[in-house]
């Protein structure tokens, strides 16, 4: 399976560590090149800012909101290159894979397609905000979700999501969890992909199995 990896120019240290990543697991890694602050201007930075904490109720510096939309253009982009028939797995450059993860990726896909869901997306390692459904012994169904460090999207997924982008109105997180509001993402129930050097949440603390009783992946 190929794989966009949206991975920074600054940061080729972090491309060679998601191919050897990706070797492990049997994905064929195509490097998208993210798009930076540098790359967004001054007053997109300025009306993304004003609608995003007027939604979220929430005020960080101009530089955090600058870069927060400077990934989100990177996510756009790689949605429009699935769209455009790229691959449907697109994957942050520090993320870390446990060599099965594909595995449980298609595991996820075929119970979730076999039940009829209208399937948008399979998340291989997000931060659960709230406790997820429990679907099959291996698939959850995503309530609230967190962190699209990894995440194989369906055409249906990746068209709702890309519209949902093109407003910049808020971070990429908040974009993709109206989708799991919906019911339409899900996830193996364990985790088979980490964000950094942690689990799949920002705190380390919360991960797929402590909700679903499944035992502790092998940490990284």
Known sequence: MKATVINLDS????WEQVQEQCALSGIV????SATTVDDVHEGDVERFQLRAERLLKVEKKPEVWAATL??????RR????????????ILEDDVQLEPDVLAYLRRSEDEATAAGLDLGAVALGPWHRKPPVK???NTVVCRRVWQAHAVWWTDRG??????????EA???????????????IVSPA???????????????????????GEKSRRTW
């Open 135 to 137: 679907f099959t012994a």
């Open 158 to 167: 990746a068209i709702d999501m890309e519209r949902l982008l093109s407003r």
């Open 78 to 89: 790689a949605l429009q290159e699935k769209l455009s028939g790229g691959p449907s797995l």
């Open 170 to 184: 808020m971070p990429v997180d908040e974009q993709w969890d109206s989708l799991a509001v919906r019911g339409r």
């Open 29 to 32: 890694p195509i490097r998208l």
């Open 11 to 14: 940061r080729p240290d972090r």
């Open 190 to 212: 364990a985790s088979v992909a980490w964000h950094g050097r942690g689990w799949s949440d920002i705190q380390g603390r919360k991960t797929n199995h402590l909700f679903t």
């Open 70 to 75: 400077a990934c989100l253009r990177s996510h």
